[in-house]
């Protein structure tokens, strides 16, 4: 008789052992089947936002600086008289896309034999203002330079080395673009006034 009480004793704890394995037991009694997969977490790390247009949907491409790689220039004579000399350097994009523009040009005289003494003074009118120049606008700069020699600079002849091109610097920009310069020497040691860019 004792044997059969341990044989059931026995049993029963294997029995236990077995539903522990396989069900939860509620307070109330009732049995919870225990999940048999991993739950996945459904939240995933947001894509970057593409910058759009307005409502199009339509993507903004961002608006570089006119440099010398998308310029081409050149300096047109505007006026003359009383040994002062006009003109515009003119700036055209070349390129398929708008570029921006604001403020000065840098502007060395050179010739064949490198550097001609240039001495550049800014011109407040016109004054920076920023513009964005489409496929083939184009802006201008005034230029203001004299033609009689002063100082120790000789009366006979050329005052100062004569030009044959000049170095151009965009704003911003640390690249130079090269214009002919077709408008002879220029004295007072290289004075040349120049405004900022503006719309042409």
Not at 9 to 29: I, M, N, P
Not at 139 to 165: F, I, M, R, T, Y
């Amino acid at each position: 008789m004792n044997r059969r009480l341990i044989g059931c004793g026995l049993g029963l704890l294997v029995l236990a052992s077995v539903t522990a394995c396989g069900e939860r037991t509620s307070g109330s009694g009732s049995a919870q089947t225990l999940p048999t997969t991993t739950p996945t977490s459904s939240s995933t790390a947001p894509s970057p936002a593409t910058p759009t247009e307005g409502n199009s949907g339509a993507v903004v491409p961002a608006v570089k600086r006119c440099d010398s790689t998308v310029l081409k220039g050149e300096v047109a004579p505007t006026d003359a008289g009383a040994g002062n000399r006009y003109g515009k350097f003119v700036v055209t994009n070349s390129a398929t896309m708008p570029c921006t523009l604001s403020g000065y040009s840098g502007f060395q005289l050179e010739n064949a034999t490198g550097a001609v003494p240039t001495k550049l003074e800014r011109k407040a009118d016109p004054g920076p203002v920023q513009m964005t120049l489409a496929p083939g606008g184009k802006a201008s700069a005034n230029l203001h330079w004299g033609v009689v020699p002063s100082g120790d600079e000789p009366v006979e002849g050329p005052c100062q080395p004569e030009p044959s091109k000049a170095a151009a610097i965009p704003p911003d920009e640390t690249a130079p673009l090269t214009v002919p310069w077709t408008l002879g020497p220029v004295c007072s040691g290289g004075r040349i006034e120049i405004s900022a860019f503006y719309a042409s």
